[in-house]
């Protein structure tokens, strides 16, 4: 699980209307998205089951009035999850500042596209060269971070 509190994600999780499908970005998570409202500051255990019964199925949450949470089977997906939906609340943040009415993705290519990432996600890739290049660049810039 990963969990942030960003501008672009906050913002995002402020708007009544939620993540729009403007950006090829927000498509990505489009189809494993939830909601979950915001009850105050997690500080009651029994918020967990509201939490997990919102998620469902889906790996991207945007929580009301509070930020975003991922969820994968890896480090490597959850922080891939979280990079997405991350960059899809600040594609639409700043879609939204220049001011001019944003162009929705129809529901037509909403719906070829909901097929396409299926039959991708049913296939793993081989190898995760998006988390290996992650490793060695951190290996690079903080030598000793796996001492």
Known sequence: MAHVHTVAGTAVSSQRGGLRNISQQSMIVAFSLAY???EGVVLDP???PRLQH??????HM???????????ATVSSTFLALYNLQRACEMQVA???????????S???MSRT???FASLMAQPPPRDLLWEALLRKLRQQEPDFET
Do not use: C, F, M, W
């Not at 945007?62 to 994968?72: K, S, Y």
């Open 114 to 116: 909901e097929g396409l």
């Open 107 to 109: 529901s037509e290519i």
């Open 54 to 59: 919102d998620l469902g199925d889906k790996n």
């Open 95 to 105: 879609s939204q500042a220049g001011g001019e009415e944003l162009i929705p993705i």
């Open 36 to 38: 979950h409202d915001y």
């Open 62 to 72: 945007i929580l009301r009035n509070h930020g975003l949470l991922t969820v994968g």
């Open 46 to 48: 029994a918020e967990a």
